[in-house]
């Protein structure tokens, strides 16, 4: 676990709350505070120097995101991993992504996969065990230029909210061997298919991206089994094409 931020990071000109839930939010996400911590509300007041309402408002949003659960008069502790919410957000992702896809790939073929390379070009710059975050960063920016050149950006912003057991997953997924390697390669093959004019082909291209670490969702529950919440039923939403 990583430690809590030190109260001088904190920019004093801004409303600190949403600070301190970012701050814990990212952690959580990066798999740096682990499914179980307990989160002490003393600790992260004297961490962040802030008082008791920023903390608790803090919590509370990392709680109505799943988060976090709260026991009254006694811990708040880091939540497991929902695999069944990670199938919903990724079901939501591949319905949208989906259709962006189809949609530049019939406007504009060239200049679309020309952007796209230009992205993954700074990835595979990072593509190295010492830059997960870098490398996560730029995936991410990868999917929202989809949105954005699709002219769908506030899209985007609804689906990262929803999608953050999916991207937990994906961060106990990213360090296994090959992880990088493969999606680098379904990049890749994505740009590829787009070029090509294919709505199709940039459609399939596409699935079978967006399904990879759900496929091997046993791999990671055996690798992390503290970590996962299984889900209660596997349904449509676990099947690759």
């Given at each position: 676990?990583?430690?809590?931020?030190?109260?001088?990071?904190?920019?004093?000109?801004?409303?600190?709350?949403?600070?301190?839930?970012?701050?814990?939010?990212?952690?959580?996400?990066?798999?740096?505070?682990?499914?179980?911590?307990?989160?002490?509300?003393?600790?992260?007041?004297?961490?962040?120097?802030?008082?008791?309402?920023?903390?608790?408002?803090?919590?509370?949003?990392?709680?109505?995101?799943?988060?976090?659960?709260?026991?009254?008069q006694y811990a708040t502790v880091v939540a497991k991993i929902d695999v069944d919410h990670a199938r919903q957000a990724q079901f939501l992702r591949l319905s949208i992504e989906l259709e962006a896809v189809r949609r530049l790939t019939g406007s504009a073929p060239t200049e679309t996969a020309d952007e796209l390379g230009e992205i993954l070009s700074r990835q595979k710059a990072v593509a190295s065990p010492e830059t997960y975050d870098k490398f996560d960063a730029i995936d991410r920016e990868f999917h929202r230029w989809l949105y954005e050149k699709a002219g769908i950006p506030q899209l985007w912003a609804n689906v990262r909210r929803q999608s953050v057991h999916l991207d937990r997953l994906r961060r106990l997924n990213l360090p296994m061997p090959g992880k990088m390697d493969t999606v680098l390669a379904d990049h890749q093959a994505l740009i590829d298919a787009i070029a090509s004019g294919d709505p199709n082909s940039a459609a399939d291209a596409l699935r079978r991206h967006l399904s990879g670490t759900l496929s091997i969702i046993d791999v990671i529950s055996a690798e992390f089994p503290e970590y996962i919440e299984e889900s209660r039923s596997k349904n449509l939403l676990t099947n690759r094409p």
């Open positions: 676990m990583g430690d809590v931020i030190r109260r001088g990071q904190l920019d004093r000109s801004k409303p600190v709350a949403p600070q301190v839930h970012e701050i814990l939010r990212e952690r959580i996400l990066k798999v740096e505070l682990v499914p179980g911590t307990v989160l002490s509300r003393a600790s992260l007041q004297l961490e962040f120097g802030v008082s008791q309402t920023p903390v608790r408002d803090s919590l509370m949003r990392l709680q109505e995101e799943g988060l976090v659960e709260v026991y009254p």
